[in-house]
């Protein structure tokens, strides 16, 4: 499974644009790119996902590189509630379950 | 429908005792997942499930750690002789099954809400 690399954490104000990057540079040919959200005392929750170029969605956007080494995370005007770990995985669709590595995320405090 | 349910939501516990903490997946997702969260830590992958078959337990901690899934629905987490370090929120996923849809997110997997295990 392909390594990922995010910063431990980021700090923000409310309004503001956040980007976090994840570094894969080892992802395969078959590997997509998913980020999930994760609040305290709760489970993770998935937020997009993208192969290439970019993924928008109601929520975020994702931009990918062509090379597809890394991949950034775009949370449009933050507010308070986007305080959260935000974690970058990469993996093959395909196979509908297999060994998923978290890793430790990204946490982001947005300040008011 | 309903999402995935995990019990007991607490469980405290005496060093040396076993335990079992139960996940109900989504109906109809054939993929299960356990992770471990230690206090302010990242998720740990501990097994997966594809259908009742468990393709990789190597993320299992040691040999008292043990999981099942049965008629391809509930799973169950078994500590034995449980130890201070196990102590940690228990975090259960599935996931739709492979073929779905194409616009379907294959991968995406919907947790519960985990089982906090304290050991003393």
């Known amino acids: 499974l392909a390594k990922t690399t995010q910063p431990i954490s980021m700090d923000s104000y409310e309004g503001q644009e956040v980007n976090i990057t994840c570094s894969h540079n080892?992802?395969?040919?078959?590997?997509?790119i998913t980020w999930y959200q994760q609040f305290p005392s709760q489970g993770p929750r998935f937020i997009i996902q993208?192969?290439?170029t970019k993924v928008t969605n109601e929520v975020a956007s994702l931009f990918i590189p062509a090379d597809r080494k890394s991949s950034t995370l775009s949370l449009p005007r933050v507010s308070l509630s986007d305080t959260a770990v935000y974690y970058c995985?990469?993996?093959?669709?395909?196979?509908?379950?297999?060994?998923?590595?978290f890793g430790a995320g990204t946490r982001l405090f947005v300040k008011a | 429908g309903a999402g995935v349910s995990q019990s007991p939501s607490n469980k405290v516990t005496e060093k040396g005792k076993d335990v079992e903490l139960r996940c109900d997946p989504i109906?109809?997702?054939?993929?299960l997942y356990w992770y471990r969260q230690s206090l302010g830590q990242g998720l740990e992958f501990l097994i997966y499930?594809?259908?009742?078959?468990?393709?990789?337990k190597s993320g299992l901690p040691s040999d008292r750690f043990s999981a099942e899934r049965t008629g391809g629905s509930v799973s169950t987490l078994t500590i034995q002789r449980t130890q201070q370090e196990d102590s940690a929120v228990y975090l259960c996923?599935?996931?739709?099954?492979?073929?779905?849809?194409?616009?379907?997110?294959?991968?995406?997997?919907?947790f519960g809400p985990g089982t906090r295990l304290t050991v003393l």
């Open positions: 080892n992802i395969a040919t078959n590997d997509y």
């Open positions: 995985l990469v993996g093959d669709t395909l196979t509908g379950g297999f060994k998923t590595i």
């Open positions: 993208g192969y290439k």
């Open positions: 109906s109809g997702h054939t993929a």
């Open positions: 996923a599935s996931s739709h099954p492979p073929g779905e849809p194409p616009e379907r997110l294959q991968y995406e997997q919907f």
């Open positions: 499930f594809q259908g009742n078959s468990a393709p990789d």
